[in-house]
Each structure stands twice: as structure tokens, then as C-alpha cells.
């Protein structure tokens, strides 16, 4: 069992994993290896003067990894409650359990639609649909967020990026009873 399961492993998913795992929560990320940031140049992310996308996406999930994320390759079919009150994740191959779901899967609500997660008109150019949260990040389906493009931020990497830590610090504050902040200070 986990504490907090996300889908996806592009800049909002790994940013996110980033945050809960080095908030010491067990953190599992499935990702189905189609994130858009595979074919992107990009040159307007923060602390990362120009990069391959594919070399973004690597850099995201070992500063994850290293805090302890585990990341599993797998298609995620659909979210759902349990009894137990905890969310399960069916896969193509398997379900996993989680205290707390971040779905942050860049252009595609096929998940939520799926597990009846409501969903919204996208406002971004090319996306069609975003899943509807509200401002932390809350689906309509208790213990399940959304973060980054399919949650309506632009598909830039470093404001999806920034949108997976903002989800991720609410879910850690929900579950710890306060506000989560992180913030390391420079070793002597």
C-alpha cells in the first residue's frame, strides 16, 4: 500500500513525486512512457538554460527516485474508492492502493472519464478536455487530484512542473493536518 499514487511521470507527476517522497510518504508513480515533453526543445524552464525533453523528464524522475519514488510503467485504466476509504488504481496490468491520487497525465481525461471524475472544456490550444478541480487541486472523487495540463495549467513544463508541487504540498497538508512547506537552507 501506498500513501500517495500518481499518475503520470511528466513534469507535473514527477514534481510531484518529488515533493511527497521527500516528505518521506510512500510515493508510487505509473506512467505509460507518452509524455508530450518526449518531443519538446525547451528553453524557458527555469534553472535549466536550454534541454531536451527527454533529458527533462530523466533529470525529474531521479531527483525523485532519489528521495525514494518508485516508478512503474503501466497504463492506467481507472481511479476508484474502496471500502476502506483508500483509492485504487487499476492498470492494465494490476491494481495498486494509495491513501491519495494525483492524476497528472498532460492532455488526456480518458482516465477520469473512466472512474467518473467530471471533466470540463480545456482552455489550452489542442486540449479539448480538462478534468475539474478546484483551486488545490480537488477532483469531485474523494482522496483524488489533478495536477498540471489535464488540470487546465498551460502545457508549459515549467508551469505544469510547478503545478504538481503546488497539488502535491495541498495533498501533504491534508494529510499531515497543516501546511506542508519545504524548505532546505544552504549546509556550511
Known amino acids: 500500500m501506498y500513501d500517495v499514487i500518481i499518475v503520470g ?15 518521506g510518504k510512500k510515493t508510487l508513480v505509473l506512467d505509460n512512457d507518452q509524455s508530450m515533453t ?7 524552464h527555469y534553472g535549466a538554460p536550454e534541454i531536451e525533453g527527454p533529458e527533462l523528464l530523466k533529470t525529474g524522475r531521479e531527483q525523485a527516485g532519489k528521495f525514494g519514488a518508485e516508478f512503474v510503467t503501466k497504463q492506467v ?8 476509504q483508500r483509492v485504487k488504481v487499476e492498470t492494465d496490468n494490476g491494481e495498486y492502493e494509495a491513501e491519495h491520487v494525483i492524476i ?3 492532455g488526456s481525461t480518458k482516465v477520469a472519464e473512466s472512474s467518473g471524475i467530471k471533466t470540463m472544456e480545456g482552455k489550452e490550444p489542442r486540449i479539448k478536455a480538462i478534468i475539474d478541480t478546484d483551486e488545490v487541486g480537488k477532483t469531485n472523487l474523494e482522496g483524488v487530484w489533478a495536477a498540471g495540463t489535464v488540470a487546465g495549467v498551460s502545457v508549459h513544463t515549467i508551469i ?5 508541487a503546488k497539488v502535491a504540498v495541498n495533498v501533504l497538508s491534508e494529510m499531515n493536518g497543516e501546511r506542508y512547506v519545504d524548505h532546505d537552507i544552504l549546509k556550511k
Open 38 to 44: 518526449k518531443a519538446a526543445w525547451v528553453e524557458n
Open 160 to 164: 505544469t512542473a510547478g503545478d504538481g
Open 77 to 84: 485504466e481507472s481511479v476508484s474508492k474502496t471500502d476502506n
Open 104 to 106: 497528472a497525465v498532460g
Open 9 to 23: 511521470a511528466g513534469p507535473a507527476g514527477a514534481s510531484a513525486a518529488l515533493f511527497t517522497a521527500k516528505a
